[in-house]
């Protein structure tokens, strides 16, 4: 998680990806049903990284539950995003919910499946993305 926080606020996009497995599914709040491996999830991220310009983002974690075997850990959390200006100033931000499967690869765990949620409006059919 703290790789994950650190790659996000840099936008390196290599250090952000060294964290999923090549075969990962992603199922993501944004725009796509879902991403079937780490190639089609890396063009998604980079257009993410690229479109911030210089503002950075800073993300936060929040009722981080983790549940480990030997070969699989599942992590769920409330998780939020909040871009920061070049000048330091908090500009928006959002929150959704986030699971991770991961699996031990390559002497370290990689995520093998993300899936980031958020509730929908009943009544204007549109996400939540504040608690």
């Known amino acids: 998680m703290d790789a994950y926080k ?5 936008k390196d996009v290599d250090a952000f990806m060294g964290l999923y497995a090549q075969d990962v599914r992603v199922f993501d709040l944004w725009s796509t049903w879902s991403y079937d491996s780490a190639e089609a999830w890396r063009g998604t991220v980079a257009g993410w990284f690229d479109s911030l310009g210089t503002a950075q983002v800073a993300v936060g974690w929040d009722t981080v539950q983790i549940t480990m075997a030997d070969d699989v850990a599942v992590a769920h959390a409330f998780i939020s995003y909040a871009d920061v200006s070049a000048t330091g100033e908090g500009q928006r931000a959002i929150e959704n919910r986030l699971t991770w499967v991961l699996k031990p690869q390559g002497g370290g765990w990689k995520i093998i499946h993300e899936h980031t949620s958020a509730p ?3 009544e204007s059919m549109k996400p939540i993305l504040q608690r």
């Not at 650190?6 to 840099?10: E, K, Q």
Request: hydrophobic share 75%.
């Open 120 to 122: 929908v409006d009943g």
């Open 6 to 10: 650190a790659a996000v606020f840099a």
